[in-house]
């Protein structure tokens, strides 16, 4: 059986009923870095895009009014509302569900903008709400979380301590803390691998 081409978890997203207080509790208390955030009139809701360390990244939605699509959930729980996982081809990942009688909502495939997404229903998926997305996940994520776009790595040394940075295909950083011997050794392997 083929399966669905994931790239990544992206991000789980919480549910809450007080956005500001959900947003200072990760930001004062946990250390989350705000990145991108949005509000949508349609569906009356509120989201903040947080990351955590380097590559991790939570969303907190809140309602912006009554009639929200968030309203059921809230009224029995706060928490995970969903996971979202990024895929290269939104396409191809909706022709597979339908191959596998797998059922799927809220997909459009002629959608402006380069955000596309479906959900699988928690019936049809053990109980969690499955977003699968494509999109550019650098532009959720925020400018100092992320390298350059015409940068891969970044090396800096302090001492004897030298810190290598990469870009990451989830749109951040990911930092190594190498000794002097370590990076020696990376560069010895890396001409090896050129030749």
Known sequence: MKSADISRIDHVSIAVRDHRKAVDFFCSILGAVPGSSSMDEESKFLGAVLSLGDLSRIEIISPTEEGSFLDPFLASRQGVHHICLQTPDI???????????????GYDEDSPGEWKDLFIHPRDAFGILIQIAQFDPASFIAEELKLRKDERWRIRREGDAITLTLAHPGGGALSIDLAAPEAAALA?????AIE
Not at 188 to 192: Q, S, T
């Open 91 to 105: 396409k191809k990942t909706a022709a597979l569900l339908r191959s596998q009688n797998i059922p799927f909502f």
């Open 188 to 192: 010895k392997d890396l001409e090896k």
